[in-house]
């Protein structure tokens, strides 16, 4: 059974930093690309980033990108998300996704996700 399981979220102050998780069972993450995602209630789901496992390429949204840092451990098959300097506009729930087919800065949804794990960050 191909199971994501996100870890790492928490409550963080303005400034702070968060290191998110995601360990994969069931496949191998060698061959996969994997996305994190987060989504508000009742906003759209964002892309945040995404790494290539095999050879460590990363893609960053806007919003992310010098302030996360997305990295993969192949030998605990886990992909992580170093985030920085952390604003009260990167609260939500931060999901990790993953299969076969999808790439990197593809807009194609992934098919297998994480339960998601909760970031808030006072102001």
């Known amino acids: 059974q191909v199971q994501l399981v996100e870890s790492g979220g928490g409550l963080v102050h303005t400034g702070g930093s968060l290191t998110l998780s995601c360990a994969a069972s069931?496949?191998?993450?060698?061959?996969?690309?994997v996305g994190w995602f987060r989504q508000v209630p009742g906003k759209e789901r964002e892309g945040v980033s995404c790494?290539?496992?095999?050879?460590?390429?990363?893609t960053y949204a806007d919003s992310a990108r010098g302030r996360f840092t997305i990295s993969r451990d192949k030998t605990k098959n886990t992909v992580y998300l170093q985030m920085s300097d952390l604003k009260p506009e990167d609260t939500a729930v931060y999901y990790c996704?993953?299969?076969?087919?999808?790439?990197?800065?593809?807009?194609?949804?992934?098919?297998?996700w994480g339960q998601g794990t909760l970031v808030t960050v006072s102001s």
């Open positions: 996704a993953t299969d076969l087919l999808f790439v990197c800065g593809s807009r194609r949804t992934p098919e297998v």
């Open positions: 069931g496949i191998n993450l060698n061959i996969y690309r």
């Open positions: 790494i290539n496992v095999n050879d460590g390429r990363a």
